[in-house]
């Protein structure tokens, strides 16, 4: 294996989050006069997916960049390093977020059409503060609403590599069918079904 093999893995392996193309070459650069080939590095990322291809950690693409996870395959043994399960989310938040993900931008009104119910103040903000989803702008109508998408860090939460990674069918999926689909543990052990105590009262109240 060749020494760039060797100074990517330990990049990605120390960084909290994925990383970039462009953010790799800038810290692969050093002081070197020549800077580095995108069509050598792209090999190299290559050769780490291949090499951790049947291992217990995976070298995986999400989020634009790239990141080490644990294979979706061992997840019940890595949830025991932990005493509790993590908790789960509620149906009303992952309805939520799945519509914003496949219909955006899209206002607060129009995921409530959609649902046919209210969507609380509550999910939104949990939404956010998850850095689930983000304002990407106003629609041009009366009162001039926010206009809700899904960020980056949904991609990687989720182990997408892009929004062209969704299931083709626009469906809103159960919370365990919605996790088992998309979401891969990170390396460290990271989850995104985390416990949200507000958005579960929220939900029986819609």
């Given at each position: 294996m060749s020494e760039l093999f060797g100074r990517i893995e330990a990049l990605v392996l120390a960084s909290d989050e994925p990383l970039t193309l462009a953010r790799l070459r800038e810290l692969l650069a050093g002081d070197a006069e020549q800077e580095l080939a995108t069509g050598e590095l792209r090999a190299v990322l290559a050769e780490?997916?291949?090499f951790y291809g049947g291992r217990g950690i995976r070298f995986v693409q999400v989020g634009g960049g790239w990141q080490f996870r644990t294979a979706a395959e061992h997840k019940t043994v890595v949830q025991r390093?932990?005493?509790?399960?993590?908790?789960?989310?509620?149906?009303?938040?992952?309805?939520?977020?799945a519509i914003i993900a496949y219909r955006q931008p899209t206002t607060r009104a129009e995921i409530e059409a959609l649902r046919g119910v209210k969507v609380s103040s509550s999910i939104i903000s949990t939404l956010q503060e998850r850095g689930w989803i983000k304002v990407v702008g106003r629609k041009e109508?009366?009162?001039?609403?926010?206009?809700?998408?899904?960020?980056?860090?949904f991609l990687?939460?989720?182990g997408?590599?892009?929004?062209?990674?969704?299931?083709?069918?626009?469906?809103?999926l159960d919370e365990e069918e919605l996790l088992a689909s998309h979401q891969t543990p990170l390396f460290a052990g990271q989850s995104a079904a985390e416990n949200d105590e507000g958005e579960e009262r929220s939900d029986r109240s819609d």
């Amino acid at each position: 294996m060749s020494e760039l093999f060797g100074r990517i893995e330990a990049l990605v392996l120390a960084s909290d989050e994925p990383l970039t193309l462009a953010r790799l070459r800038e810290l692969l650069a050093g002081d070197a006069e020549q800077e580095l080939a995108t069509g050598e590095l792209r090999a190299v990322l290559a050769e780490l997916e291949s090499f951790y291809g049947g291992r217990g950690i995976r070298f995986v693409q999400v989020g634009g960049g790239w990141q080490f996870r644990t294979a979706a395959e061992h997840k019940t043994v890595v949830q025991r390093l932990w005493e509790s399960k993590p908790p789960k989310l509620g149906r009303s938040l992952l309805e939520t977020l799945a519509i914003i993900a496949y219909r955006q931008p899209t206002t607060r009104a129009e995921i409530e059409a959609l649902r046919g119910v209210k969507v609380s103040s509550s999910i939104i903000s949990t939404l956010q503060e998850r850095g689930w989803i983000k304002v990407v702008g106003r629609k041009e109508v009366p009162g001039r609403p926010h206009l809700f998408g899904t960020s980056r860090q949904f991609l990687v939460d989720f182990g997408l590599g892009s929004l062209k990674d969704l299931p083709e069918t626009a469906q809103l999926l159960d919370e365990e069918e919605l996790l088992a689909s998309h979401q891969t543990p990170l390396f460290a052990g990271q989850s995104a079904a985390e416990n949200d105590e507000g958005e579960e009262r929220s939900d029986r109240s819609d």
